[in-house]
């Protein structure tokens, strides 16, 4: 276990200078095309409550495609960690502007106050983010299990759906038995169905 923890930390590693030597442009450009992709894509198309992400550095932007949800008149939902850290919640979002807040470790978060609460099981498709993956779906995410403790919670009929940069998606990643595996990839270059 502690070979395969080694594993996904160097990738982390990797993945992190390879996104480093990208120009602000090219990160722009190929997150449009991501974007374009996405809202090309018929599971999304057709989704009415769609679970989204705040990005982290080593993540596809998710600002962008969040707005464009909500002005789709999407149901757009954000997950959050609840106590204990096995629970989550996942809430409502109209306005990034309004509805967000900052959590203890200075991370942005819907506000429970004011984002009204959605139930697991009324989620049409889930955008789960990574930092890298593989055509089987596997997943490297940033390390906490956040995501690994969220997908199995979500509806079998739910589509896990991955956005990642083309470079991002491996040969193999490495896998634990807790680790959960994500439906399909969308990359700037093609979209990816698990095989």
Known sequence: MEEIKEKKYEIRRQVAQQLATLSDDEL???NRQIEDRLFDFANFLEAKIVLLYLDGKLEVAS?????KSCSLNKIVVLPVPE???SKIMLLKVDHLDTDLTVNAAGKPIPD???CKRVPMDRIDIAL???VAFDEKGGRIGMGDGFYDRL???????TRKVALSFDDQVLSQVPMEPHDKHVDIIITEK???YKI
């Open 63 to 67: 600002r962008r495609i969040i707005e």
């Open 28 to 30: 722009l450009e190929r």
């Open 190 to 192: 093609r979209v990816i």
């Open 83 to 85: 106590d204990p850290p």
């Open 128 to 130: 789960i983010p990574g």
């Open 112 to 114: 429970p106050v004011r």
């Open 151 to 157: 997908i199995p919670k979500l509806p079998a009929t």
